[in-house]
Nanobody, 123 residues
Framework: QVQLVESGGGLVQPGGSLRLSCAASGSIFSIYVMGWYRQAPGKQRELVATIISSGGRTSYADSVKGRFTISTDNAKNTVYLQMNSLKPEDTAVYYC????????????????WGQGTQVTVSS
């Protein structure tokens, strides 16, 4: 069974930085895409950033471009989100997402989600 576990959230002042981590564990054959989503109170979930495992191409929501950086450590099956110049509007639960196949016998790509980690930006 595949599990994604986020960490690194917390309270930070506006202008501060946080680094989120998401480690994928369990039966993993191949990871195709990893990304971060967030959901603020009373709002819909939104895509923050994605990274393609093959080649490392990244994409970002307009609201975080220039401030957030997504990266991976493929050897550790871990994706990171470096968040700089944080704003109060960045406050949300951040969810790790992965599109991966679980085994050689079950290579169909499926979507997996972490449990979320709270990021609160407030002075």
């Amino acid at each position: 069974q595949v599990q994604l576990v986020e960490s690194g959230g917390g309270l930070v002042q506006p202008g501060g930085s946080l680094r989120l981590s998401c480690a994928a564990s369990g039966s993993i054959f191949s990871i195709y895409v990893m990304g971060w989503y967030r959901q603020a109170p009373g709002k819909q979930r939104e895509l923050v950033a994605t990274i393609i495992s093959s080649g490392g191409r990244t994409s970002y929501a307009d609201s975080v471009k220039g401030r957030f950086t997504i990266s991976t450590d493929n050897a550790k099956n871990t994706v990171y989100l470096q968040m700089n110049s944080l704003k109060p509007e960045d406050t949300a639960v951040y969810y790790c997402n992965a599109i991966l196949s679980a085994s050689y016998s079950d290579r169909a790509p499926h979507n997996y989600w972490g449990q979320g980690t709270q990021v609160t930006v407030s002075s």
